[in-house]
């Protein structure tokens, strides 16, 4: 089981080790196995390149989500625009490393199954992006 990390951009996040462990937690408590996730903090333009060329969509958007997973056990690559991240915590009032952990924590949660387009799938995400955030503890991680 392993978490990765690349960036196109320069960012500062909580130590790689306790991001990797906190991530860790969040699989285990969805009752999953973690095989291989990747992290690429990146530019807006970046991310919707990637979003015209696999989803055919040309909206600027935070995160993407590829799904590898087999069954039971979790795989994926995660691409999040730090600008984005970086404006939505503006906009929410929030700091730019909440914000962040909150993206990274959606993208997990989308390897796990949690949809958000509706309402309801919104709700439940929202939940579980809250429960993710609270197993994060740098301390003890």
Same mark, same amino acid.
């Given at each position: 089981? *392993?978490?990765?990390?690349?960036?196109?951009?320069?960012i500062?996040?909580?130590?790689?080790? *306790?991001?990797?462990a906190?991530?860790?937690?969040?699989?285990?408590?969805?009752k999953?196995?973690?095989?291989?996730?990747?992290?690429?903090?990146?530019?807006?333009?970046?991310?919707l390149q990637?979003?015209?060329?696999?989803?055919?969509?040309?909206?600027?958007t935070?995160?993407?989500?590829?799904?590898?997973?087999?069954?039971?056990?979790?795989?994926?690559?995660?691409y999040i625009?730090?600008?984005?991240v970086?404006?939505? *915590?503006?906009?929410?009032?929030v700091?730019?490393?909440?914000?962040?952990?909150?993206?990274m924590?959606?993208?997990?949660?989308?390897?796990?199954?949690?949809?958000?387009?509706?309402?309801?799938q919104?709700?439940?995400?929202?939940?579980a992006?809250?429960?993710?955030?609270?197993?994060?503890?740098?301390?003890?991680?």
């Amino acid at each position: 089981m *392993a978490v990765y990390f690349s960036s196109t951009v320069k960012i500062k996040t909580p130590a790689k080790k *306790a991001l990797s462990a906190w991530v860790e937690k969040i699989v285990a408590s969805e009752k999953r196995a973690l095989k291989t996730i990747s992290y690429t903090f990146c530019t807006d333009e970046e991310l919707l390149q990637k979003n015209r060329q696999f989803l055919n969509h040309s909206t600027y958007t935070d995160i993407i989500t590829f799904d590898y997973s087999e069954e039971n056990s979790l795989s994926g690559e995660i691409y999040i625009s730090t600008e984005r991240v970086r404006e939505n *915590a503006e906009k929410f009032n929030v700091r730019f490393t909440d914000e962040l952990m909150r993206v990274m924590a959606h993208g997990v949660l989308h390897l796990c199954g949690y949809k958000d387009k509706s309402p309801i799938q919104q709700k439940q995400m929202r939940a579980a992006e809250n429960r993710a955030i609270r197993l994060f503890n740098p301390l003890t991680s």
